[in-house]
């Protein structure tokens, strides 16, 4: 009975300790399975990256036809595409192989925690990936678009001078110094419909006044461009190369990703007893003026709307977080055992 109570206390720690030529054999192994992992999922994402792409670039060009803007992008040098292009596959390929990462780091350090810490990380791990995931895919589906619609709308506030403009008036009538002879055009009309012609004939021309796009039919391919409206001509003619637009994107969604950790870190700072959940509930007004902080250095625009769309999903989180961690809190108290299985 003594020989079973002896070994019962051994500690978990002790009886799986490893030399250290043997972890750091255990540290190669692991790297390089992660890296295979990492490989292959990076890969996945190459094969779909034009998916991948295309969703990342619809809110662009909703936003783009929404303001009469071309939504087409420039490649500012011959690699610049082929870089963005492996570079989203890389961060997206990093977020899919995640898990299986954390799982290689996870499986490393696992012979140095007790019990209750174990439990903490299977339960954390997992979920700070969903919570990654879910805010990154907030941004995209429901951030991004009003984001677009402010800062490249921000280009209407710059429009071409008009005969209401004095200096332009007077300008545009003063006499010049040559007088430019042109030889008056043939009269050409172009048919205006609410609806695209079910079979155009090649070389047809006309303009969809529900679209407000011009079209050409040439042969069986279908040529089409957004028409600015005379009142509305900008000074400002927004565009935006690959590269530019795409990290833009990806590091927005990194930001929301972040941002959507906060629940854990709630749950964390209960569960470990830095902070007790009365307390952290009382300071709810100085969390809430943080959050709203953070959102605004994690935005890149001034706009408050935008702000507000991280802001308010993390308040929310926040909320979740500190219900989650009083349940922790109150099962460890009934249990007595602040370093508890809880």
């Known amino acids: 009975m003594a020989k079973n109570s002896s070994q019962a206390e051994i500690d978990p720690i002790d009886a799986s300790r490893m030399s250290f030529g043997d972890h750091l054999e255990e540290l190669r192994r692991r790297v390089i399975l992660a890296i295979v992992g990492l490989a292959v999922t990076t890969t996945l994402c190459f094969y779909f990256g034009d998916t991948i792409n295309a969703y990342l670039s619809a809110p662009y060009k909703v936003t783009m036809e929404r303001l009469n803007f071309n939504p087409q992008m420039v490649q500012l040098s011959p690699g610049e595409s082929f870089m963005e292009y492996f570079k989203i596959s890389m961060k997206f390929g990093l977020v899919l192989g995640a898990p299986w990462i954390l799982y290689q780091m996870w499986a490393f350090v696992a012979t140095g925690l007790y019990p209750h810490e174990r439990k903490m990380v299977q339960l954390f791990a997992p979920a700070s990936i969903g919570l990654f995931m879910l805010g990154a895919s907030f941004m995209v589906v429901f951030a991004l678009s009003p984001l677009l619609n402010f800062l490249i709308g921000v280009s209407t506030w710059f429009p071409l001078p008009t005969d209401d403009n004095p200096l332009y008036h007077f300008l545009r009538e003063a006499p010049a110094a040559v007088q430019p002879t042109t030889e008056p055009a ?157």
């Open 186 to 342: 043939d009269e050409m009309r172009i048919p205006i419909v609410n609806d695209d012609p079910s079979a155009p004939h090649d070389g047809d021309i006309w303009f969809n006044a529900k679209s407000e796009r011009l079209f050409l039919q040439v042969g069986k391919t279908r040529y089409t461009q957004p028409l600015m409206k005379a009142a509305d001509q900008q000074f400002v003619q927004p565009f935006f190369s690959v590269a530019e637009y795409l990290g833009f994107v990806t590091n927005l969604a990194l930001a929301f990703g972040v941002g959507f950790q906060i629940p854990l870190v709630v749950i964390f700072l209960i569960r470990v007893g830095l902070i007790a959940a009365d307390t952290m509930s009382a300071s709810r007004k100085y969390v809430i003026f943080g959050i709203s902080i953070a959102a605004a250095l994690l935005t890149p625009s001034p706009d408050v709307g935008t702000m507000m769309m991280l802001a308010v999903p993390m308040a929310l989180l926040f909320e979740i977080g500190l219900f989650i961690g009083r349940r922790f809190e109150t099962t460890t108290e009934r249990q007595g055992d602040p370093g508890g299985d809880a």
